[in-house]
């Protein structure tokens, strides 16, 4: 008779797994993540993120009609700025005719009916490539609050749905919804990036947007962890979150994810708000590159790894794979 309790008897054929299966991953959990470039008919291979591309315009228009006709309801921009036009004050985020307002006014232009996403920081506009306006060697909070709201006005008058501050600075939320409130975009979202930490898993985004710079010594030059978080840290994550979502924040992200589902499941039992995860770059090629070594196969990984997310309580997924998780999911 023993034993007479099998929890094998739910897992013996692949329709009945599915019938009791907890967690299910979806094309709707997705958010693309798409780099843009200037110039024209542009997909320039990141060579740190294998199958990742940094777009042109029209580029961008061509993969964001894909990505609607695959379900996917929202992408999210990042711009690769040139030189040329960074400052130390990233003046250029507050052109309302830069790269990222004018990739906007295009895909809406186009008609496509998808969800935009952009991010609200000054490392790819700054000469430093921090994420605020240093000052006297630091990142200094209240300029680059100043400054962030003057960036997020930009881009919802360009026609962003969402702005996401990526940024870490104190107050910056609720200095954001005033300001958007004021000039009239009270239905624009604001996307937090509330709890993230100051990880080593960002670097071929860095390579993405030239922002990886080292110092005569070789090490990393960028120190960005006076305003990101520790990685050692989960109670500052929760404040944090609590303080972004009293300010106004409509949905909170963790970043990285991967590293950090302990962290996405603390918060999804402490507050009801949606809760993002980002499979940031380095988590992205670390399963690229295990699968190009034959270490790993690269699409079961990959939908387990996202479906981890959604199991910690993720409710949306950033990731640069999504169109073809999408084909995945969709077959």
């Not at 990141?46 to 228009?61: A, E, F, H, R």
């Not at 496509?112 to 506009?125: E, H, M, N, R, S």
């Not at 993405?208 to 050692?232: E, F, H, I, P």
């Not at 190009?292 to 959604?310: H, P, R, V």
Request: net charge negative.
């Amino acid at each position: 008779m023993y034993p007479t309790i099998r929890l094998r008897r739910n897992r013996k054929a692949r329709w009945l797994r599915e019938l009791v299966a907890e967690t299910r991953l979806d094309v709707n959990d997705l958010v693309l993540a798409l780099f843009v470039v200037e110039g024209s008919g542009q997909r320039q291979e990141i060579k740190t993120m294998p199958g990742i591309y940094k777009l042109s315009i029209d580029q961008v228009l061509v993969t964001a009609q894909q990505a609607y006709e695959k379900g996917i309801n929202a992408i999210a921009l990042f711009p690769c700025i040139d030189s040329a036009v960074r400052s130390d004050d990233a003046d250029e985020a507050y052109n309302l005719d830069n790269l990222i307002c004018r990739t906007i006014r295009s895909i809406k232009n186009a008609g496509i009916d998808i969800g935009i996403i952009c991010d609200v920081a000054l490392d790819p506009y700054t000469t430093h490539s921090h994420d605020g306006i240093v000052h006297n060697g630091d990142v200094d909070n209240d300029r680059t609050v100043e400054a962030l709201c003057n960036q997020a006005l930009v881009l919802a008058k360009a026609g962003a749905d969402i702005v996401a501050p990526s940024d870490m600075m104190d107050g910056r939320i609720a200095a954001i919804r005033e300001v958007l409130d004021s000039e009239g975009f009270i239905n624009v979202n604001i996307l937090s990036y509330a709890a993230k930490y100051a990880s080593n898993f960002y670097s071929p985004f860095r390579d993405a947007l030239n922002n990886n710079r080292l110092n005569n010594q070789g090490s990393t030059y960028l120190d960005k962890a006076t305003y990101q978080m520790d990685v050692r840290n989960i109670r500052e994550a929760m404040l944090e979150i609590e303080h972004d979502i009293a300010e106004g924040a409509d949905f909170i992200m963790i970043k990285p994810s991967m590293m950090f589902l302990d962290v996405i499941r603390e918060v999804a039992n402490s507050f009801n708000t949606n809760i993002f995860a980002y499979q940031v770059s380095g988590e992205y090629s670390m399963l690229r590159f295990a699968a190009g070594a034959n270490a790993l196969d690269w699409q079961a990984s990959l939908i387990e790894s996202l479906t981890c997310f959604k199991r910690a309580g993720a409710s949306g997924i950033f990731t640069y794979a999504a169109l073809e998780v999408a084909e995945i999911l969709n077959k």
